[in-house]
Nanobody, 122 residues
Framework: QVQLVESGGGLVQAGGSLRLSCAAS????????MGWFRQAPGKGREIVAA????????YYADPMKGRFTISRDNAKNTLYLQMNSLKPEDTVVYYC???????????????WGRGTQVTVSS
């Protein structure tokens, strides 16, 4: 059974930082591209960032460029998202996902986590 479990969310002041983690089990982690997505209430899911199997290639949505960094540790089956310079508009639920590069870039995936809430106060 595949499980993706996010952690690291919470409450932070604007301008602060958080590091999200996604622990994967039940799949061969190194054979999946991974991604972070987010979804605000009443809105569609949007991609935050994606990373290739080895971590060589990364993709960031424009609002996250320069502020967020995606990384992975294949030895630990864990995906990370370092979020700096957080803004109140970053207040949403963040999800990790595993799939292939094309699917992730098109907001689709084979497996999804349940999400972790990030709240940025002004």
């Amino acid at each position: 059974q595949v499980q993706l479990v996010e952690s690291g969310g919470g409450l932070v002041q604007a301008g602060g930082s958080l590091r999200l983690s996604c622990a994967a089990s039940g799949l061969t982690f190194s054979t999946y591209a991974m991604g972070w997505f987010r979804q605000a209430p009443g809105k569609g899911r949007e991609i935050v960032a994606a990373i290739s199997l080895s971590g060589t290639n990364t993709y960031y949505a424009d609002p996250m460029k320069g502020r967020f960094t995606i990384s992975r540790d294949n030895a630990k089956n864990t995906l990370y998202l370092q979020m700096n310079s957080l803004k109140p508009e970053d207040t949403v639920v963040y999800y990790c996902a595993a799939g292939d590069w094309y699917k992730l870039r098109h907001i689709d995936s084979d497996y999804w986590g349940r999400g972790t809430q990030v709240t940025v106060s002004s």
